[in-house]
């Protein structure tokens, strides 16, 4: 039972895994931001000032999809590493820092907390950092994977953080509901 794996049982085993882990971390990602409301079609979002350097909208979901399959790239990577003193410590890790930035979006679009969503970015950056540091002691290609994502971030935070200086109260904007009604019968003379 102590045999080694061929190197065609390694590939094998790291797409399977990849094809649970990519898209997983994928379909998680865009879901909670379909949930929260993301995105440019937020009414909420739209109302606010935007600094210069923000991005047309198109751009997040390029980029989170590429990071997203980069992410869970990363997390097969260190699920395969059999054996490795600390994939145990990494993979936990991963998930931590997952599930803050899964909850971003549900804080920024969601609930309107623009300045608490700033250092959720932080906390998030914070553990994603530390990720990345395990992932390289793990496998190397792992922390690689991961250093888009962390630079992506510290966009993301200083976008957040403008938009947070742009409109100081966000968090009490209220924005009108569509005043467009459909009349199904003409008024009584």
Request: hydrophobic share 60%; charged share 10%.
């Amino acid at each position: 039972m102590n045999e080694i794996a061929s190197p065609m049982q390694l590939r094998l085993s790291f797409l399977r895994w990849a094809l649970l882990f990519v898209p997983l971390v994928v379909l998680l990602g865009f879901g909670v931001s379909d949930f929260s409301g993301s995105g440019e079609d937020n009414r909420w979002f739209q109302a606010l000032q935007k600094p210069a350097a923000q991005p047309p909208g198109w751009a997040f979901g390029a980029a989170w999809s590429v990071l997203y399959v980069m992410m869970g790239l990363a997390i097969t990577v260190v699920v395969t590493a059999r054996g490795a003193r600390l994939r145990g410590l990494a993979v936990l890790l991963f998930f931590v820092q997952l599930a803050l930035n899964l909850a971003w979006p549900i804080y920024f679009f969601g609930m309107h907390q623009v300045t608490g969503a700033f250092y959720l970015l932080v906390a998030v950056f914070v553990a994603a950092f530390i990720t990345t540091i395990v992932f390289g002691r793990v496998r190397p290609l792992a922390a690689w994977l991961m250093v888009p994502y962390l630079a992506w971030l510290c966009f993301a935070a200083v976008l957040n953080k403008q938009i947070d200086t742009l409109n100081p109260n966000a968090e009490n904007l209220v924005v009108p509901r569509d005043s467009q009604r459909i009349q199904l019968a003409p008024p009584a003379p």
